[in-house]
């Protein structure tokens, strides 16, 4: 069976520094692999996704997550921080005609 | 415009009640879903439906029962409500069956039975 761990409850970042969300996921093929975003009172919103390829891939609001197959890990970065970016990320992963499995989400706190 | 939207968004009632949620999408998406997110923010599907046809049903108590009139809508209705059913529940829709396709979701309908 598929499955996600968001190791980080929750993390607080400086606004204007580096982030970096982890996410390592259980399944025995290649996966496909998402970041979903949940800012408060709002629902998920698709940031990235990763299917096959290049194993850097580019979301939206300047996120990226790499795939790498050796560590079963999809970590989500980003350069820089702004307050807006303060949400719930969730990182999920599916397979043919699976069903999503989610993890249970990174609160990101983003202080002055 | 906005691309999911439910109703209601907010719902307090009490145990034993019968409640719906409504759920419609604009994006002419054949694939509709409900999931339910729990206290600790864990979100785990319910029911995948497309084109009006029941396609995945997750182990969710009976008194849960679904309803997709045509491939726009898809509510939920829930029998007897108990305390563990306080939750966000989450439509969503998607362009394709498989996993490949990317959730639009609602903005969620938070349930509190008393």
């Known amino acids: 069976a598929q499955s996600v761990t968001q190791p980080d409850i929750h993390i607080t970042v400086s606004e204007g520094a580096s982030l970096e969300l982890r996410c390592n996921y259980s399944?025995?093929?290649?996966?496909?692999l998402f970041w979903y975003v949940q800012s408060p009172g709002q629902g998920l919103q698709l940031l990235l996704k990763?299917?096959?390829?290049?194993?850097l891939v580019q979301g939206i609001k300047g996120f990226e997550a790499e795939f790498k197959r050796s560590q079963s890990s999809f970590n989500l970065r980003k350069p820089s921080v702004h307050w807006s970016d303060a949400a719930e990320y969730f990182c999920?992963?599916?397979?043919?005609?699976?069903?999503?499995?989610f993890g249970k989400g990174t609160m990101l706190l983003v202080s002055p | 415009d906005t691309a999911v939207s439910q109703t209601p968004k907010y719902l307090v009632t009490q145990m034993g009640n019968d409640k719906s949620i409504k759920c419609e999408q604009n994006?002419?998406?054949?694939?509709m879903y409900w999931y339910k997110q729990d206290s600790k923010k864990f979100l785990k599907i319910m029911f995948s439906?497309?084109?009006?046809?029941?396609?995945i049903n997750e182990t969710v108590p009976n008194r849960f029962s679904p309803k997709s009139p045509d491939k726009a809508h898809l509510n939920l209705h829930i029998n007897s409500l108990e305390l563990g059913d306080s939750a966000v529940y989450f439509c969503?829709?998607?362009?394709?069956?498989?996993?490949?396709?990317?959730?639009?979701f609602g903005e969620g309908s938070r349930l509190t039975v008393l």
């Open positions: 399944y025995g093929a290649t996966p496909y």
């Open positions: 990763y299917f096959s390829g290049d194993t």
């Open positions: 969503a829709s998607s362009h394709r069956t498989s996993v490949t396709g990317e959730l639009f």
């Open positions: 999920a992963v599916g397979s043919g005609y699976s069903t999503l499995t």
């Open positions: 994006l002419g998406h054949d694939t």
């Open positions: 439906y497309n084109n009006k046809e029941l396609i």
